[in-house]
């Protein structure tokens, strides 16, 4: 059964036998059987054939897919369980957008490392929409992200702010623009339109390179105020550019170190907000 289910969340998650046939190293009709065996197993329909390639998803897939998520961190922790004497170390994933992974995780990140020694951190960084997704998917435990993104399988918490401002020099008509997903794009958008601009963008997906361009005297943003340096030239655009980050994460955690962490990083900002 173990087999027919992780054969059905890839095709769930590719949304096409082709490609999750590629993943799993094994034929598209390999695929296909597994899939029809685990619809007549569970005798209900998982995937509406829609063409050639693309598949839709039934509300009973819908269903089965949120519940395997759970069940699969169960399993972990069941085998982490069961290895504890060879692997008693366990692990906590952390994933944030660009601004804060640099400006603000490593503050927490000192203090999460000292009070939980015995813990491994995986860290990585990616925009806004692709940190929730990979909370999601349980492809990582807690998620900090610059956008109000929600779903109803997470729980989101606001847990900081912080002021954007216009910075580098204002005579240049290039503009260095995040990407779309970025929690910053919208902000510069409507700093376009406020101002009627229709400027020459360059688009960078990462805040240090933005950064670095601005150092060198080439051309201007809307960036984090704690990114800034002493060499860039910056005024304040008010009130209105105060933006808030957030603490994401699924709404079941099973693991008790896992929900200790929670508790401390929730507990760590309500602290820091109050200062």
């Known amino acids: 059964m173990f087999k027919l289910l992780k054969t059905f969340r890839i095709v769930y998650e590719t949304k096409n036998f082709s490609k999750a046939a590629d993943y799993l190293f094994i034929s598209q009709p390999a695929v296909s059987n597994q899939i029809k065996q685990l619809e007549e197993d569970l005798d209900i329909q998982l995937f509406v054939r829609n063409g050639r390639q693309e598949i839709l ?3 009973q897939a819908d269903i089965l897919y949120r519940h395997l998520l759970n069940l699969s961190d169960d399993w ?3 085998l982490k369980a069961l290895r504890i004497q060879t692997t008693p170390r366990e692990t906590c994933q952390i994933v944030s957008s660009n601004t804060f992974a640099v400006y603000y995780l490593p503050e927490l990140m000192a203090q999460l490392s000292q ?9 990585a960084m990616d925009n806004s929409e692709q940190v929730l997704d990979k909370i999601e998917k349980h492809q990582a435990h807690f998620g900090f992200i610059e956008k109000p993104l929600i779903t109803d399988t997470i729980i989101r918490q606001e847990i900081l702010s912080e002021e954007l401002v216009h910075a580098g020099d204002s005579s240049e008509d290039l503009w260095l623009v995040r990407e779309e997903n970025s929690g910053v794009f919208h902000y510069t958008e ?4 406020e101002h009627n601009l ?7 997906k990462n805040n240090e390179m933005i950064v670095r361009f601005l150092e060198q005297g080439i051309g201007q943003s809307i960036l ?3 990114a800034l340096t002493e060499k860039i030239k910056w005024h ?3 009130q209105e550019y105060q933006r808030s980050f957030y603490f994401i994460k699924n709404q079941h955690i099973e693991s008790i170190q896992l929900r200790e962490i929670d508790l401390y990083i929730n507990q760590y900002y309500q602290k820091n907000r109050t200062k």
């Open 224 to 226: 984090s105020k704690r």
């Open 115 to 123: 009070q939980f020694p015995e813990v491994s951190f995986v860290l």
């Open 190 to 193: 409507r700093y376009f339109l």
């Open 236 to 238: 304040s655009l008010g």
């Open 76 to 78: 972990e922790d069941t």
């Open 198 to 204: 229709t400027p020459n963008k360059m688009i960078i």
């Open 57 to 59: 998803t039934t509300k």
